[in-house]
């Protein structure tokens, strides 16, 4: 009787255990949808673009230096600031070049009064000659003395020129109109004629952007060189100028990457782009109509031709697609294949999503809006 008791207590525990594996083995429940936002494919005119990066290059740039050796004696302009050609930006101590003009001064002078005795020396021995009172010999002597006196006259005359071009480079005036940088020497120390450099000032307004292209885009560039229109970006995709044209074109295309360096123009009248700033080009060379476009933000990019997106079907599902991808114009990537016109994708969570994931339309309180 005992072993019967023990018997049916184990079937008992048997079947409980059972049940309750098959409990926990149940189905678990289905994945919830991921909420995102949505764009449509659309096909619309686009501009046709080139872009390509760079760097922003003064027009001009003139490192100010002396014209004569001295001591500085005082900088009339601030590190930074903008200055006009012809303005006074130094000074150097001009006392020795005053003394160096009245010496020449004083030089020709002297000069002057020996021409004037040669002068009449050479009257008399004239009038002599002509009396038959000196020989002829005589007469080329004097001659000879006068010119020598007025090549000393005209000698003594440009070094008097000289020093006074010597004391007019005392005063140090820009050469061009610009933004000056720091001051590299500073009053009290000497200077060295076409030695030491004071600072640089450096054309900004019109300021360049010196960049390169594919050469497969230069047959388009020289044939429509008025009419590009070229537009300038900072790092960041903002927008900086749009008021550029192309000014120069190099003589030859760069063999080793297959590109060809271009300069554009900006007027820069606002002084706030800088020589050396690292830039983005962008040239419109034209329209394409019909182009279809998708908003950049719903295109995982794999490389610069090709891109995945999720396409979100009529059973609030999505499916992954490959994309053929062009160029990018402001906030849309123009599609060249993989997409059709009026598609509905998803324009965020795309790290959230695999090909057959559900999906809720933001905004959307029923989930089962239709694309």
């Known amino acids: 009787m005992r072993r019967l008791t023990i018997a049916a207590l184990m079937t008992v525990l048997t079947v409980t255990g059972i049940v309750l594996t098959g409990c926990g083995e149940q189905r678990p429940a ?5 909420t995102v936002n949505v764009g449509r494919v659309k096909q619309q005119s686009q501009p046709v673009t080139v872009r390509a990066v760079g760097n922003l ?75 038959g009172a000196i020989s002829y010999q005589d007469y080329e002597a004097v001659l000879t003395d006068l010119n020598r ?106 063999a080793n990457t ?16 800088f020589p050396g700033q690292f830039c983005s080009v962008v040239l419109t060379l034209g329209r394409e109509e019909n182009a279809l476009t998708v908003p950049a933000t719903a295109v995982i990019v794999s490389s610069d031709s090709e891109g995945t997106v999720f396409v979100v079907g009529s059973d609030n599902r999505v ?3 490959k994309i053929a991808i062009g160029r990018k114009v402001g906030d849309t990537l123009v599609v060249k294949s993989g997409l059709t016109d009026g598609e509905m994708i998803a324009t965020d969570g795309l790290m959230g999503l695999r090909d057959g994931s559900p999906v809720k339309i933001a905004g959307d309180s029923s989930g089962d809006q239709q694309p």
């Not at 289905?30 to 991921?34: A, H, I, Q």
């Not at 297959?258 to 554009?264: E, H, I, P, T, V």
């Open 319 to 321: 499916s992954a697609r």
């Open 258 to 273: 297959g590109s060809l360096k271009l300069r554009a123009e900006f007027a820069n009248r606002s002084g706030r782009l």
């Open 30 to 34: 289905g994945t919830p949808p991921v």
């Open 149 to 254: 006196q007025k090549a000393g006259t005209d000698n003594a005359q440009a070094q008097l020129d000289l020093a006074n071009i010597n004391l007019g480079y005392c005063t140090i005036t820009a050469p061009i109109s610009g933004k000056i940088g720091y001051i590299q020497v500073y009053p009290g120390n000497i200077v060295t004629a076409n030695v030491s450099q004071i600072a640089t000032i450096n054309q900004i307004a019109p300021i360049y952007a010196d960049f390169a292209v594919p050469e497969q885009y230069l047959g388009a560039l020289s044939a429509s060189q008025e009419q590009v229109q070229v537009s300038l970006y900072d790092g960041n995709d903002q927008l900086l100028a749009d008021d550029g044209r192309l000014v120069a074109f190099n003589n030859q295309v760069t």
């Open 57 to 131: 290059a003064a027009a001009r740039s003139v490192v100010v230096t002396p014209q004569v050796t001295g001591k500085l004696q005082e900088v009339f302009f601030r590190d930074g600031q903008m200055v006009s050609e012809g303005q006074i930006l130094a000074a150097i101590d001009p006392a020795p070049f005053r003394a160096a003009v009245e010496q020449a001064r004083a030089g020709l002078e002297m000069q002057q009064s020996q021409l004037a005795y040669s002068r009449d020396q050479f009257e008399r021995y004239k009038q002599l000659l002509a009396q």
